[in-house]
């Protein structure tokens, strides 16, 4: 099945590979007469699941764990069937805390990486939440600060290997061991969403020169 998060109605939802809606999570239904900024309200109490939420990942358990990231700084952990097991975030630049969580994703053994955009760092987390460390400069311009926040890194994603890659705003995508060791660094242009089929050929969703979808076929 596929899963995704949409930002404008505060929803998490589910489907089969043939379309078909099998389960939506939060959200709201817009009532005639409303305006369209309203589909940016905060529709539910702070902390709790959703608001306007960046990415969600499923892990082999079946349990979801989503960034709740535009609207607030949280990370959600909830049983395959929605219900919410543990929540862990709030605003800031410390350990546990983001300014937007903009994506995460969850290894083999349940560490879950979250990467804290304006932060330019990726944050690792026990599978409750429980803060194990961080990795800053993500995104560099060979040690310059960047221009702003969202030059900073937007998605993850594990290869078959165990490879991190990381995608940013900025224009690179790096490439990590789960250590946290740099392996390089390649320049495709900026890119906001990336994932690797089970051929080994990358896709990036791109942010600039109008274009959509980029293919890198492995060689």
Known sequence: EI????????????ISPSGELL???????IEPGDRPIDRFKTISAPGEPF?????????????????????QNRIHKLTSNGEVIV???ETGKGPGQFELPHSLNVDKQGRVYVLDRPNNRCQIFNSN?????????????NGK???????????????????IHIASGFGRVSLMTLRGDRI???????????????????????????ERLRKYVRI
């Open 3 to 14: 899963y995704y998060t949409d930002a404008t109605d505060h929803t998490v939802h589910k």
């Open 23 to 29: 389960m939506t999570l939060g959200g709201y239904k």
């Open 51 to 71: 608001n306007r939420p960046t990415k969600v990942v499923e892990h082999k358990t079946g349990e979801l764990f989503i960034s709740d990231g535009y609207g």
């Open 87 to 89: 929540s862990w975030g």
């Open 129 to 141: 939440g429980e803060y194990l460390e961080e990795w800053r400069d993500i995104v560099d311009d």
């Open 145 to 163: 600060i960047l221009n702003s926040g969202e030059e900073g890194p937007n998605d993850i994603i594990f290869d078959e290997d165990d490879v």
């Open 184 to 210: 390089g660094d390649w320049m495709p242009g900026p890119s906001h969403g990336m994932w690797i089929d089970d051929r080994g050929d990358l896709y990036l969703a791109m942010l600039s020169n109008y």
